[in-house]
């Protein structure tokens, strides 16, 4: 919607919606039309165009337009961008210091090999006929959708990777997800009563396994520990620090349950959704290093989201995995699930469970992030909310217009409301009578010969400025000789208000029939029809008359 005429626009509220020839179905027929009703009013009228081709009706009488068409799906080949829209962080003050930051596409960090690929999560797959790159490029590149992260192992090669590093993750994504993608909305802020109860996952894999490390805790079952994905196998926490250590206390809700600093929304359906992080157990006091770790706090196993700087760990060599901290791999996943505190993922993230479990919770993950934070900032204490600047983050990509259960209203047919309000134009106030007669002024006024709107040695102009729209200006000789007459009429009537494109008169003088006029004084009569009369006195030079024609 836009408004494209200012002087029809109304405060209102006003209501889009769907409909088809069958209403009574869950689905969009082939017709698809809208209408657009006021809510004020409550005129109804309908469209010109069905939505399979974009079309912007104009409603002439609010003063504004609407433009529908029906799009493609994210990933679909044929949408420009492969349905990307883009991602925008939006804080809440946009001139404090941004503090959230993540691993993109082609980030770089000075190291050596073998590990000069570990930032290389995305496949190489941006060369194909369809190619997805603008989706995993969405604004500063932060978040990526979740299937197309690298799970299988590279020969020679390790990397870090926000996904299920296990063989049956092909189960996951054996259905092209991309059509999937929802459109999110994802806040992080220091209100704690808005904080998102949550599963916390185990990000340590088999790379790291592979070096020798392990996890911070014994063994839950007597054939094996917390793998990638698993819950995490410490005990569940609240959202304060009651002791002063900086750290959340257990709430003694069993293992792996913590707390998202914010929420995650659908911005289509309005549905509030489960968001998690993940945390890598290997950077723990159990794996030493204490004194390369920021105040020497290990923060891979503490079941807190606290993200940091860091890259990598000065003190582990640089061939070792521990050597690639990343802040200690504090992944964020944000789903489609509507938000249930993640009782649901709670039981296919369970350790005790098998692992074909974790494909059904795995499917409902859509977006995901390996977040850093901006060099030189760091998160607030825990009993402050940790976030120093509340933060949202868009993400946005194409998905058609379709019926919804929702609300149940409109038979869950795409409805839209939008107000306007103070969006008029903003005229002047109407003078009174005597006020625009006032403002009424012939300018120079005396004139010696020129002036500064002649454009020539031969041109002569002075200006009767300020007039009404109606009016009728007479100039006479200082005798009462008739000289000149000008009749005006600059009304229109848009919305009811009168303008006026020029409210001047440009007087060449001359007499009516073309002569130049003598040197002298002269009136000038304003008469505006239901204002009032003035009556101006101007003196003028005119050398053109006195001695050109001598």
Not at 371 to 386: K, S, V, W
Request: include cysteine.
């Amino acid at each position: 919607m836009q408004v494209f005429d200012p002087l029809y626009v109304q405060d209102g509220e006003y209501e889009v919606s769907f409909l088809d020839e069958n209403m009574t179905n869950d689905q969009l027929d082939m017709t698809v039309n809208w209408q657009l009703k006021s809510l004020t009013t409550s005129e109804v009228v309908q469209s010109h165009q069905t939505i399979d081709r974009l079309n912007e009706q104009l409603f002439g009488q609010y003063g504004f337009s609407v433009t529908i068409g029906q799009t493609g799906d994210a990933g679909d080949c044929e949408n420009e961008n492969a349905g990307a829209i883009g991602a925008e962080l939006d804080y809440a003050d946009p001139l404090a210091q941004p503090w959230f930051a993540g691993v993109n596409y082609g980030f770089q960090y000075p190291t050596v090999p073998p590990f000069h690929n570990f930032f290389s999560y995305l496949p190489p797959f941006f060369d194909n006929e369809c190619s997805i790159k603008p989706l995993v490029t969405l604004g500063d590149g932060y978040f990526v959708p979740s299937q197309n992260c690298q799970y299988l192992s590279r020969e020679g090669e390790v990397y870090a990777s926000p996904a299920w590093r296990n063989s049956l993750n092909n189960l996951v994504n054996v259905d092209d997800r991309t059509a999937e993608l929802n459109n999110v909305d994802l806040v992080f802020t220091p209100n704690k009563n808005l904080w998102s109860r949550c599963v916390v996952v185990e990000t340590f894999n088999s790379d790291f396994a592979n070096f020798g490390l392990r996890q911070d805790s014994t063994p839950v079952t007597s054939v094996g520990g917390s793998t990638n994905f698993d819950l995490r196998n410490s005990p569940s926490v609240g959202k304060d620090d009651t002791n002063g250590d900086g750290l959340p206390e257990p709430d003694g809700d069993g293992i792996g349950m913590g707390w998202f600093p914010g929420y995650a929304v659908d911005v289509e359906t309005g549905k509030r959704l489960n968001v998690f992080f993940g945390e890598n157990s290997a950077f723990s006091a159990e794996s030493g290093f204490l004194g390369s770790y920021p105040d020497g706090q290990p923060n891979g196993a503490d079941m807190l989201f606290n993200p940091n700087d860091q890259v990598v760990l000065a003190g582990p060599a640089d061939d070792a995995m521990m050597h690639h901290y990343l802040g200690g791999h504090h992944f964020i996943y944000v789903t489609s699930d509507e938000y249930d505190g993640c009782a649901y993922l709670r039981t296919r993230f369970d350790p005790l469970e098998t692992e074909p479990k974790k494909v059904n919770g795995l499917k409902r993950v859509t977006w995901t992030s390996m977040p850093l934070l901006a060099f030189g900032q760091a998160l607030l204490p825990l009993n402050e909310g940790l976030i120093p600047n509340e933060l949202r983050v868009k993400l946005r990509v194409d998905n058609p217009f379709a019926v919804s259960t929702g609300t149940g209203e409109f038979n869950g047919y795409p409805t839209y409301r939008f107000k306007l309000e103070g969006m008029q134009a903003n005229l002047p106030k109407s003078p009174t009578n005597d006020e625009q007669l006032d403002m009424v002024n012939i300018v120079p006024n005396p004139y010696y010969a020129y002036s500064d709107y002649e454009d020539g040695s031969n041109s002569k102009v002075v200006k009767i400025t300020n007039l009404p729209a109606l009016c009728e200006v007479t100039i006479f000789s200082l005798g009462g000789k008739f000289i000149r007459k000008y009749s005006r009429d600059e009304r229109s009537q848009p919305g009811g208000v009168v303008l006026q494109n020029n409210p001047d008169i440009e007087w060449d003088l001359k007499n009516s029939a073309g002569i130049p006029i003598s040197s002298g004084v002269y009136l000038i009569r304003i008469k505006a029809p239901g204002i009032g009369e003035r009556t101006l006195k101007w003196f003028g030079i005119n050398r053109t008359m006195d001695y050109g024609g001598h």
